[in-house]
C-alpha cells in the first residue's frame, strides 16, 4: 500500500507556526532603542568637551552642528544595525532557502526598525531630549555665568529696542516690566506672522520707545524697524533648522531602515 505523501510545514523541525517571530523581533529593538540611548548620551557629553567658553578655544559652532548631524544619523543606523543582526541571528531556521528566507529574515531587521522607531517616539526621545535640555543648561551656565535661562531670541530683540544710549539720564521708566515686554512681544510676533506691521502699531511702538530711553522719534521708529528684522531673521533660522532637521530626521529613518533589513539578512547567514 502507498503511504500519503507527509504535508509539507511551513518551518523547520522546531520553528513556529507564525513567519513573525515578535520574540526575536522585540529582542533586537530594545537593544537598539538602549544602544541607541547610550550613544546619544555619549555623544552629548563628547559635545560638550568639545566647546569652551574661552575665545580661539573649542571647536565653532559649525563644527560642532555638523559632527552632531552625523553622529545622529552614525547612532541611529549603528543601533538599528545590531539590533537587526540580532533578530535574524535569533530567529528560527525555514525550510525555504534563498530569496525567501532572506526577505523573511530582512523583514524581521524591518519590524525591529519599526518598533524601536516607536520605543523611541514614547521613551527614547523624552529622556533623551531631557539629557539635551540638562548637557545645554549646564553648557550655557559655563559660558555665560549667571545669565538668563530663556533662550528665546525675542528677548534679544526687545533688549536692543529698549536699550537706554549710553550717557543719557536714567529714569524709572527706562526699566521695561514684564507686562511692556509681553505686549511687544506680542505685536511683534503678530506682524511676523502677518507679513507686516501697521502703521497704527509702528507709531505705538516707536512712542513707546522714545518715551522709556529718551531717544528721538525718528531713532525710536529706526529701532522699531530694527526689531522687526531681526524677528524675522530669527523666525526665518528657526525655520531652516526645522526643515534641517526634518531631513535628517527622515534620512535617518530610512537609512536607517535599509541598515536593520541588511544586518538581519547577515544575522541570518550566520545562524544558518
Same mark, same amino acid.
Given at each position: 500500500?502507498?503511504?500519503?505523501?507527509?504535508?509539507?510545514?511551513?518551518?523547520?523541525?522546531?520553528?513556529?507556526?507564525?513567519?513573525?517571530?515578535?520574540?526575536?523581533?522585540?529582542?533586537?529593538?530594545?537593544?537598539?532603542?538602549?544602544?541607541?540611548?547610550?550613544?546619544?548620551?555619549?555623544?552629548?557629553?563628547? @559635545?560638550?568637551?568639545?566647546?569652551?567658553?574661552?575665545?580661539?578655544?573649542?571647536?565653532?559652532?559649525?563644527?560642532?552642528?555638523?559632527?552632531? %548631524?552625523?553622529?545622529?544619523?552614525?547612532?541611529?543606523?549603528?543601533?538599528?544595525?545590531?539590533?537587526?543582526?540580532?533578530? @535574524?541571528?535569533?530567529?528560527?531556521?525555514?525550510?525555504?532557502?534563498?530569496?525567501?528566507?532572506?526577505?523573511?529574515?530582512?523583514?524581521?531587521?524591518?519590524?525591529?526598525?519599526?518598533?524601536?522607531?516607536?520605543?523611541?517616539?514614547?521613551?527614547?526621545?523624552?529622556?533623551?531630549?531631557?539629557?539635551?535640555?540638562?548637557?545645554?543648561?549646564?553648557?550655557?551656565?559655563?559660558?555665560?555665568?549667571?545669565?538668563?535661562?530663556?533662550?528665546?531670541?525675542?528677548?534679544?530683540?526687545?533688549?536692543?529696542?529698549?536699550?537706554?544710549?549710553?550717557?543719557?539720564?536714567?529714569?524709572?521708566?527706562?526699566?521695561?516690566?514684564?507686562?511692556?515686554?509681553?505686549?511687544?512681544?506680542?505685536?511683534?510676533?503678530?506682524?511676523?506672522?502677518? @507679513?507686516?506691521?501697521?502703521?497704527?502699531?509702528?507709531?505705538?511702538?516707536?512712542?513707546?520707545?522714545?518715551?522709556?530711553?529718551? %531717544?528721538?522719534?525718528?531713532?525710536?521708529?529706526?529701532?522699531?524697524?530694527?526689531?522687526?528684522?531681526?524677528?524675522?531673521?530669527?523666525?526665518?533660522?528657526?525655520?531652516?533648522?526645522?526643515?534641517?532637521?526634518?531631513?535628517?530626521?527622515?534620512?535617518?529613518?530610512?537609512?536607517?531602515? @535599509?541598515?536593520?533589513?541588511?544586518?538581519?539578512?547577515?544575522?541570518?547567514?550566520?545562524?544558518?
Amino acid at each position: 500500500m502507498q503511504q500519503a505523501a507527509p504535508i509539507a510545514s511551513r518551518t523547520g523541525p522546531v520553528g513556529p507556526a507564525s513567519f513573525v517571530e515578535w520574540g526575536a523581533v522585540l529582542a533586537g529593538a530594545v537593544l537598539a532603542a538602549a544602544l541607541s540611548l547610550v550613544l546619544l548620551t555619549f555623544g552629548a557629553a563628547i @559635545g560638550l568637551s568639545a566647546t569652551s567658553p574661552w575665545p580661539n578655544s573649542g571647536l565653532s559652532v559649525k563644527v560642532i552642528a555638523t559632527l552632531a %548631524v552625523f553622529w545622529a544619523l552614525a547612532q541611529q543606523i549603528g543601533s538599528l544595525m545590531a539590533g537587526g543582526y540580532v533578530a @535574524g541571528r535569533m530567529r528560527s531556521r525555514w525550510h525555504e532557502a534563498g530569496d525567501e528566507t532572506e526577505f523573511r529574515d530582512g523583514l524581521h531587521g524591518g519590524l525591529v526598525w519599526a518598533v524601536a522607531v516607536l520605543i523611541s517616539a514614547f521613551f527614547v526621545f523624552a529622556t533623551a531630549s531631557l539629557a539635551v535640555r540638562t548637557g545645554a543648561d549646564v553648557a550655557g551656565s559655563a559660558v555665560v555665568g549667571a545669565a538668563s535661562r530663556t533662550t528665546n531670541p525675542m528677548d534679544t530683540v526687545l533688549d536692543a529696542m529698549l536699550r537706554t544710549p549710553a550717557g543719557a539720564p536714567q529714569s524709572r521708566n527706562t526699566v521695561a516690566s514684564d507686562e511692556i515686554r509681553g505686549e511687544l512681544t506680542r505685536i511683534l510676533t503678530s506682524a511676523v506672522a502677518t @507679513g507686516s506691521l501697521s502703521a497704527e502699531n509702528r507709531t505705538y511702538l516707536a512712542s513707546l520707545i522714545a518715551q522709556r530711553t529718551g %531717544v528721538p522719534q525718528q531713532e525710536a521708529e529706526k529701532r522699531v524697524d530694527d526689531a522687526i528684522t531681526a524677528a524675522r531673521t530669527a523666525a526665518d533660522k528657526a525655520r531652516r533648522a526645522a526643515i534641517l532637521t526634518g531631513f535628517v530626521t527622515a534620512a535617518g529613518l530610512i537609512l536607517s531602515f @535599509g541598515a536593520a533589513w541588511w544586518a538581519a539578512i547577515k544575522g541570518g547567514q550566520h545562524r544558518d
